[in-house]
């Protein structure tokens, strides 16, 4: 029983720190978010960038890949796992087409993040670096903030939404 209270206590802990990210967030600065949409696991359509480790399809306002370097990560004893990096993605956005680049930190909640075998929940966020990005991305801030949608233990599909500002 204490440690079912544990793991309940802690996804209702990373519940209410999300929460208040998302109302201090950039994302919802100004009003509702610009762009949206759903990212999920690359099935062989994207091109993995030199340098990167993995690479997420996005679909919506942004229609591209999402290259992702892991630069650090760490995993409690209680499943809580964390990593840092950056990432480039390579697509389209309102008829335009270019690249941006971002840093990110992920959280999530695992029943062994050692071994990624059973997901609780996860999220992440993503300011865009400025300078960084080409062609319609040219001088293009932003925010993104993704939230693993996860059934059984398994990530579906990771919806996003956020703003992208000259």
């Known amino acids: 029983m204490k440690r079912r209270l ?6 209702a802990l990373a519940l209410l720190i999300s929460a208040a990210l998302m109302m201090t967030s950039p ?7 610009n762009i ?5 696991f690359d099935t062989g ?4 960038e030199s340098g990167y480790d993995f690479v997420h399809k996005l679909r919506g306002s942004l229609k ?6 892991v630069e650090s990560s760490r995993c409690t004893p209680g499943g809580i796992y964390q990593e840092k990096g950056i990432n480039k993605f390579v ?3 309102d008829g335009g087409t270019g690249t941006f680049e971002a840093r990110y930190h992920f959280m999530g909640k695992f029943k062994d993040c050692n071994e ?7 999220h992440c966020e993503h300011p865009i670096i400025k ?5 319609v991305f040219e001088d293009v801030t932003g925010w993104l903030h993704f939230r693993d949608n996860v059934e059984d233990g398994m990530v579906v599909n990771f919806p996003y939404q956020g703003y992208l500002r000259k």
């Open 64 to 69: 591209g890949c999402f290259n992702v370097k």
């Open 45 to 48: 359509t994207c091109t993995l």
């Open 27 to 33: 994302v919802y600065a100004g009003g509702a978010p």
């Open 91 to 93: 697509g389209m956005y």
């Open 116 to 122: 990624f075998d059973f997901e609780f929940f996860g």
């Open 36 to 40: 949206f949409g759903i990212g999920s």
């Open 6 to 11: 544990t793991i309940f206590s802690l996804i």
């Open 131 to 135: 300078g960084g990005g080409t062609g």
